[in-house]
T-cell receptor, first 109, second 114 residues
Framework: SQQGEEDPQALSIQEGENATMNCSYK?????LQWYRQNSGRGLVHLIL?????REKHSGRLRVTLDTSKKSSSLLITASRAADTASYFC?????????FGTGTSLTVIP | GAVVSQHPSRVICKSGTSVKIECRSL??????MFWYRQFPKQSLMLMAT?????????EQGVEKDKFLINHASLTLSTLTVTSAHPEDSSFYIC??????????FGSGTQLSVL
């Protein structure tokens, strides 16, 4: 299926530390996107990386993509308490989006 | 960025009644909208793809007569949960593709069926 699977399911770190979460998928993709969800809210788009890109940065976010391994990682540097949320990856062929169970990140002040 | 407005944010209803959830794209046109269902601490399950001017495409296992979807205009899609039962209680979220292949999400609707 096109669904992404995030790992770990839960991650707890101290404020200021870096957080790394991973995503694996099974099909060919056009791009892979990462979204964030605060509890009880909709998802917010964070970053998109295309299949011909290997790394992308946006502020404190760094995303990598390895299409040969069908995997991606999201790194949040210098984490803040406000980064506490669930993070989902969405491998995309452009037509539909399937989300995994996400990584629940808790940043302890 | 593009904004998707979803209403209501929370609804409590009695078993057997129908509930309508609206999803509007405020500053862009959306020929396609996606409806998801989410259980606590679980993934978003794609229920159906709403297509403006044509029938919705339902995912396998989703009852089309139970979850009625209408996409009557380029800015509005509605999901009606018919004859709701307690097992339909869940968090429902809509989304629409905006520019640059990104999805923009509504804020979600928490449905509680008593």
């Amino acid at each position: 299926s096109q669904q992404g699977e995030e790992d770990p399911q839960a991650l707890s770190i101290q404020e200021g530390e870096n957080a790394t979460m991973n995503c694996s998928y099974k099909t060919s993709i056009n791009n892979l996107q990462w979204y964030r969800q605060n509890s009880g809210r909709g998802l917010v788009h964070l970053i998109l990386i295309r299949s011909n890109e290997r790394e992308k940065h946006s502020g404190r976010l760094r995303v990598t993509l390895d299409t040969s391994k069908k995997s991606s990682s999201l790194l949040i540097t210098a984490s803040r308490a406000a980064d506490t949320a669930s993070y989902f990856c969405a491998p995309s062929t452009g037509n539909q989006f399937y989300f995994g169970t996400g990584t629940s990140l808790t940043v302890i002040p | 960025g593009a904004v998707v407005s979803q209403h209501p944010s929370r609804v409590i209803c009695k078993s057997g009644t129908s509930v309508k959830i609206e999803c509007r794209s405020l500053d862009f046109q959306a020929t396609t909208m996606f409806w998801y269902r989410q259980f606590p601490k679980q993934s978003l399950m794609l229920m159906a793809t709403s297509n403006e001017g044509s029938k919705a495409t339902y995912e396998q296992g989703v009852e089309k007569d139970k979850f009625l979807i209408n996409h009557a205009s380029l800015t509005l899609s509605t999901l009606t949960v018919t004859s709701a039962h307690p097992e339909d209680s869940s968090f429902y979220i809509c989304s629409a593709p905006g520019g640059d292949e990104k999805l923009f999400f509504g804020s979600g609707t928490q449905l509680s069926v008593l």
